[in-house]
């Protein structure tokens, strides 16, 4: 593995450590990015996207530090463990990839709730190209029109002024849906320290009281947005796609996104349907059906969804696993 590959891969693997709740794998991301001051810079840039597309109910605790600037080593480490051990909810970025759709299946049956989540970002879409028009205009809607704890107005402000910092659109789109998610499941402090006991709670009974430490680097982290994963992904899309029945390679990147790298734990999600007539803010319900939207569309020539991860998904992990390990070993022997 070069040196290149071995911190994009650890910048990869921070966010695959939050979403599985590993601090064995937080921690050993964090320690190989912090050292250098460019990926150091990247971390602190990154971490308001990180806790919008996993967790955005985590928002209000880090919104002293971010706004601080801090350099402190530690006060970022725990912040991140802390992100890392509660409870995710990925419901942004199901909302920003279901917002984009004119109708979804079953969309009568919803929950006023989830219309009104719905609408607001069809709405945000409706405003323009620049995600930065939303979020002006959402922010000053919500925090006009709601009693707004002073808790809950600093992660908002956290999420809003994150989509003016650049970065991928999608990520700044998926920023928007964070806000109107904020907007509509309301989420206490008291809630929050509740659900990190509920974390701690869960790591020592998987780890022991023992500390994190450091790991080798799993294959998963070397996903498509690597260069090792890039390479993997032209490769098996000429050698296997067709095996697998994808009638494109969006289709296998979709597909290895939603089945691997961003893979929660069944045990780390609340997952709820969309016809729930209240929905809180650690219960999923846009990013389940996300999920199987996805799953759906670029299956389509599986007898279903259920039988492609039964038959199908273990070979194909098991082929993407053996590329990534090809890869890495081509790019260092160049």
């Known amino acids: 593995m070069t040196d290149n590959d071995l911190i994009y891969g650890a910048r990869s693997?921070?966010?695959?450590?939050?979403?599985?709740?590993d601090l064995d794998l937080c921690k050993t991301s964090f320690d190989l990015i912090?050292?250098?001051?460019?990926?150091?810079?990247?971390?602190?840039?990154?971490t308001p996207v990180l806790i919008g597309e996993e967790a955005f109910h985590f928002a209000g605790e880090a919104a002293q530090l971010i706004k601080e600037k801090s350099n402190d080593e530690e006060a970022w480490r725990k912040l991140l463990y802390r992100l890392t051990l509660i409870r995710k909810n990925k419901d942004a970025g199901?909302?920003?990839?279901?917002?984009?759709?004119?109708?979804?299946?079953?969309?009568?049956?919803f929950s006023r709730q989830h219309l009104w989540e719905l609408r607001q970002m069809r709405a945000a879409y409706a405003m323009g190209d620049d995600p930065g028009t939303a979020a002006t205009?959402?922010?000053?809607?919500?925090?006009?029109?709601?009693?707004?704890?002073?808790?809950?107005?600093?992660?908002?402000e956290v999420l809003r002024n994150r989509v003016f910092a650049g970065g991928m659109l999608g990520d700044r789109w998926m920023l928007v849906a964070s806000l109107i998610l904020m907007a509509s499941r309301p989420c206490s402090k008291k809630k929050i320290t509740s659900e990190e006991k509920w974390g701690i709670k869960r790591w020592v009974t998987s780890a022991?009281?023992?500390?994190?430490?450091?790991m080798d680097l799993p294959w998963y982290v070397f996903d498509m947005h690597t260069q090792a994963g890039k390479i993997v992904l032209s490769a098996f899309a000429k050698h296997y796609q067709e095996q697998f029945k994808f009638a494109s390679t969006r289709g296998v990147e979709v597909v290895w996104f939603h089945m691997e790298s961003g893979l929660i734990p069944d045990d780390f999600q609340v997952p709820v349907d969309v016809d729930e007539e209240t929905v809180g803010c650690v219960?999923?319900?846009?990013?389940?059906?996300?999920t199987e939207t996805a799953l759906r569309l670029?299956?389509?020539?599986w007898a279903s969804v259920d039988d492609f991860r039964t038959a199908?998904?273990?070979l194909m992990q098991e082929k993407l696993e053996s590329l990534v390990q090809w890869a890495l070993e081509r790019r260092a022997e160049r």
Not at 13 to 21: L, P, S, T
Not at 138 to 148: A, D, G, P, Q, R
């Open 34 to 46: 912090w050292p250098e001051k460019e990926h150091r810079n990247w971390l602190k840039w990154r």
């Open 208 to 214: 022991g009281k023992r500390k994190p430490r450091m």
């Open 312 to 314: 199908g998904w273990p």
């Open 94 to 109: 199901g909302l920003e990839f279901l917002g984009r759709m004119e109708k979804i299946p079953g969309e009568e049956n």
């Open 13 to 21: 693997g921070i966010q695959k450590a939050i979403r599985r709740g």
């Open 298 to 301: 670029h299956l389509s020539k």
């Open 137 to 156: 205009a959402l922010f000053k809607e919500f925090t006009e029109k709601n009693i707004i704890t002073s808790y809950w107005l600093a992660g908002m």
């Open 283 to 290: 219960q999923s319900s846009w990013w389940p059906l996300a």
